[in-house]
Structures are given as C-alpha cells and as structure tokens.
C-alpha cells in the first residue's frame, strides 16, 4: 500500500515562511524517482511548483515554477524517501493546498499552507 505522509501546512502572515515535509511508503518507490510539489488555489487547477531527482553520482536535477524560484526551496532526504518544501517571503497568492508527488505516479492528500494578514 502507497501512502505519502505530508506535514506543516498552517496560516502565516504576508513574509512570513513555512516548511512542508512528504514522507513516502511505497513497495516500489526508489531513489531515481522523482518528488515534489503542486498546488491548488480554490478555483483554479492544480499546479507545479517545484521538483527534484537524483540523476546519478553527486548530480541533482531541480525545478521551480517560475513564480516560486527565489522564495521556496526543495530538498529531499534519500535515506528517509522525505522531501521537503522552505517557503520564504509568503504572498497571499501563495495561499493552496499543496500536494506532495512522487515516482510521477503517487499523490499526497494535501496540506493547506494560508497566507493571510
């Protein structure tokens, strides 16, 4: 059974910063796979915000949304199958549930992150 545990979602003030945390439990999931971030704001579809993969030796690949390049910073730990999200200088258009993506397959349930003052 697939589960994607995610973590730190919560209301913070325009500026203000947040840290999200996806744990993966899946048989067949490795350290090649991918795992990241999309979100969706009420009404609109969900989007990419930020990815990353191993591509061998010490060679990371990592992707931002234009939007968030600057403010928000993945990373991920191999041996745990975590990846994690910095939010920096949250803006209110920042305000989604924030989906957590693994393996191009696998989706978390969602973790709220509300930017409001």
């Known amino acids: 059974q697939v589960q994607l545990i995610e973590s730190g979602g919560g209301l913070v003030q325009p500026g203000g910063s947040l840290r999200l945390s996806c744990r993966i439990f899946?048989?067949?999931?490795?350290?090649?796979?991918?795992m990241g971030w999309f979100r969706q704001a009420p009404g609109t579809e969900r989007e990419f915000v930020a990815t990353t993969k191993w591509t061998g030796g010490s060679t990371y690949s990592t992707n931002y949304a234009d939007s968030v390049k600057g403010r928000f910073t993945i990373s991920r730990d191999y041996a745990e199958n975590t990846v994690s999200l910095q939010l920096n200088n949250l803006k209110p258009e920042d305000t989604a549930l924030y989906y957590c993506?693994?393996?191009?397959?696998?989706w978390g349930k969602g973790t709220l992150v509300t930017v409001s003052s």
């Open positions: 899946a048989p067949y999931f490795n350290k090649y796979m991918s």
């Open positions: 993506h693994a393996g191009d397959t696998w």
